[in-house]
């Protein structure tokens, strides 16, 4: 009786609190390489805050363009904003109905080749989509430029004088585009592949039309998906930095129009262009940037995460 | 019930000959009418001189226009949205092939020139003009791949596996969403921390290939983990009990049958990874610089690699312009070519190694 009595506690206590010495190596390795993850994480925003400092600090008429940090950052804010804003209006619907050809339209057997195909856009690197905007896309659209300043003038985005390469903030915005395209609809994609069958069933069922069973069944349940898709698609075209860099010729300063040969900078590509030939405070105000560009971004991919997030908890799909 | 029937015999007999007769497109009706709307649109652009702009942009507003007018005269109302929005999203569609198509052919058909031996046995000291390649560039950038994969994967891989089989409660939430977060720091940030980073210790101007790394597996570890923790999910939970149910410790679990089990998956995510990184431009130009002579020690000086070696032909290409240039593409070319390279290799990894089962 008490052989068969202690036996078990022995053998159940042991059990729990003896994990054997790789046990507990192993387990620490792998909690350690996680918690290494969080801390380069702080550590991007540490060390730039630290490298920065000295442009904070610095006297205003010694920062680049002399007005101090913050009147050096503004027009590459909105720079970065604008190319990023021209992305993500050109490539949001375009990303969604590609992603409901794919998923309710194509034929099923090549559909996930297609999907491949777009995939492929986000594979290709963005030095070599600053060559061919350069090379391809800005001089097959300066006819349009031209064309647009003559007859939409007077549009504030279409003042002109239209630019005769087509460097100008339209064309880097329509790279950045077809950049973030493949993102915007590799996540719809997938909101859309998941919505209920059973409600699609139902629609058609009650005689719907396909884009009528889409717009009761799919749109409604995919919405949040493509909200936080646009601003993961967002996120990345804000720090894009070479095929902004070498697409747009810059000029700086604050403008809307969109089809002319001066433009402001965006802060990514304004460091990579300066930063190879700069020392001392320059490097610092260009950290400083790097930094406002990190915090922004973070700023949109955490929303944006949010949100996906946020719907994979009532989706029911998981 | 038997009685119901007479009284209203005629009732169906008006309805049913209206739903047999409902009339409708043919089958491929609606790509011939947007066929049609797309040759509207090639007499009228050829009639105003031939741009292949105006007639994309014409074919599509006449196809989609045409296909919900006579589908609206014909079928009605509700099948002509559907047919508009059928040609609207396979519009979309063959909208986006158009630059993949374009970008192709531009990068081979300028860079194809200078796909010869001498690009890639020669590197650009004392170059001015003509000749010239690109040896050092692509050698700088295997070795700094290399290091980056050599940093990324085994952190990447064991951040995996804690979030799969020991992550739970709130770190396991909140390694889960920075690491999700941390896929979208810009590639230039990146850069700009390891130059920080290492400015610190050795002194402002700081230019050498292990900087580069270190950028890169910033860049590298988040999709690592993203990609791995997915296909580590997928390894089904009875093979752990049954190697638990053995007395199998949990670390020789996830060594001897998680892992192998997974193995195909895990080659896949890394190759992926390290085709996102191997492109990566902004980092490198920050941290890394360029040179013309081939180095290769990472740990000491500036190093060439591949992206920024093109940045720099094109941008500034010497005198005469036109050589520089030509490298320029065919670095690009190259590029293109090791990262869909490593894109294919990633998808036969996944086919020939994936786990063998049913036996």
């Known amino acids: 009786m008490t052989s068969l009595d202690t036996k078990p506690r022995k ?89 409901l050809f794919i998923t309710y339209y194509a034929p099923k057997r090549i559909a996930a080749t297609l999907g491949y195909l777009i995939d492929l856009l986000a594979a290709i690197p963005s030095v070599v989509y600053g060559f061919w905007g350069l090379a391809a896309l800005a001089p097959s659209l300066v006819p349009f430029y031209a064309w647009a300043e003559r007859n939409l003038g007077f549009l504030p985005f279409f003042a002109g004088p239209a630019s005769v390469t087509g460097r100008t903030m339209l064309t880097a915005g ?145 | ?66 296909t919900y007018v006579v589908s609206r005269v014909v079928e009605g109302r509700r099948k002509a949205t559907d047919r508009l929005v059928t040609a609207l999203v396979s519009s979309a569609f063959a909208v986006a092939m158009v630059p993949l198509v374009s970008l192709i052919y531009t990068v081979v058909s300028n860079g194809v020139g200078r796909l010869d031996g001498t690009f890639f046995s020669n590197s650009m000291v004392g170059v001015v003009g003509e000749g010239g390649g690109a040896y050092h560039a692509i050698m700088g950038t295997l070795i700094i791949t290399a290091l980056a994969a050599v940093i990324s994967v085994p952190v990447g891989l064991l951040a995996a596996i804690y979030l799969v089989e020991y992550g739970k409660g709130r770190l396991k939430k909140v390694l889960t969403f920075f690491v999700d977060v941390m896929t979208g720091i810009p590639s230039i940030v990146a850069g700009l921390f390891a130059y920080a980073l ?94 013309a002579a081939t180095n290769f020690d990472p740990f000491d000086g500036r190093m060439a690699t591949l992206p920024v070696y093109a940045y720099y032909q094109l941008t500034q290409p010497g005198v005469p312009p036109e050589f520089g240039i030509e490298r320029a593409w065919t670095a690009a070319l190259v590029l293109i070519i090791i990262v869909m390279a490593l894109n294919v290799v990633a998808r036969l990894i996944s086919r020939f190694f994936a786990p063998k089962t049913g036996r």
């Open chain 2, 198 to 291: 290492f400015a610190i210790f050795f002194g402002p101007g700081i230019r050498f290939g292990l900087g580069g790394a270190v950028a890169l597996s910033v860049l590298m570890i988040p999709v690592v983990v993203r990609s791995s923790e997915e296909v580590l999910k997928l390894v089904p939970n009875e093979l752990r009990e049954a190697s638990y149910a053995l007395g199998v410790s949990k670390w020789r679990t996830i060594l001897k049958v998680v892992v192998p089990t997974a193995i195909a998956g895990l080659g896949t995510s890394v190759t992926l990874a390290i085709a996102r990184v191997i492109g990566e431009t902004a980092p490198l130009l920050v941290i890394v610089g360029i040179t």
């Open chain 1, 11 to 99: 053998a159940d206590k042991p059990a729990r609190a003896v994990r054997s010495a790789g046990d507990r190596t192993f387990a620490g390795l792998s909690t350690g390489a996680g918690i290494l993850i969080l801390v380069v994480l702080a550590g991007v925003a540490a060390f730039l805050i630290a490298e920065s400092l000295d442009a904070i600090s610095a006297p205003a008429a010694e920062v680049p363009g002399g007005e101090g940090v913050w009147s050096y950052v503004g027009p590459l804010v909105f720079g970065t904003l604008l190319a990023a804003v021209i992305a993500l209006l050109v490539a949001t619907p375009l990303g969604v109905a590609i992603a």
């Open chain 2, 1 to 66: 019930m038997s009685t119901a029937t007479p009284v209203r015999p005629e009732a169906p007999e008006p309805l049913a000959p209206a739903v047999r007769q409902r009339r409708g497109l043919p089958r491929f009706g609606g790509t011939a009418v947007f066929a049609a709307g797309l040759a509207l649109a090639a007499v009228l652009t050829a009639a105003s001189g031939w741009s292949w702009g105006l007639f994309a942009v014409l074919g599509i507003v006449l196809g989609c226009l045409v």
């Open chain 1, 174 to 318: 329509l790279v950045l585009a077809i950049m973030i395209l493949p993102i915007i609809s590799a996540i719809s994609r997938e909101v859309f592949s998941q919505a209920p069958a059973l409600h699609r069933e139902a629609a058609l069922a009650l005689g719907a039309t396909r884009w009528e069973m889409i717009k009761m069944a799919v749109l409604p349940y995919g919405k949040s998906g493509v909200i936080g898709g646009a601003m993961l698609g967002l996120g990345r075209a804000l720090g894009e930095t070479l095929a902004v860099a070498i697409v747009l010729s810059v000029s700086g300063g604050i403008t809307f129009d969109l089809i002319s040969s001066s433009n402001p900078s965006t802060i990514a590509a304004n460091i990579a262009l300066q930063f190879p030939e700069s020392s001392g405070l320059d490097v610092s105000t260009l950290i400083f940037t790097g930094l406002v560009l990190f915090v922004i971004t973070l700023a949109v991919n955490m929303l944006a995460r949010y949100v996906v997030n946020r719907r994979a908890d009532f989706s029911g799909a998981n």
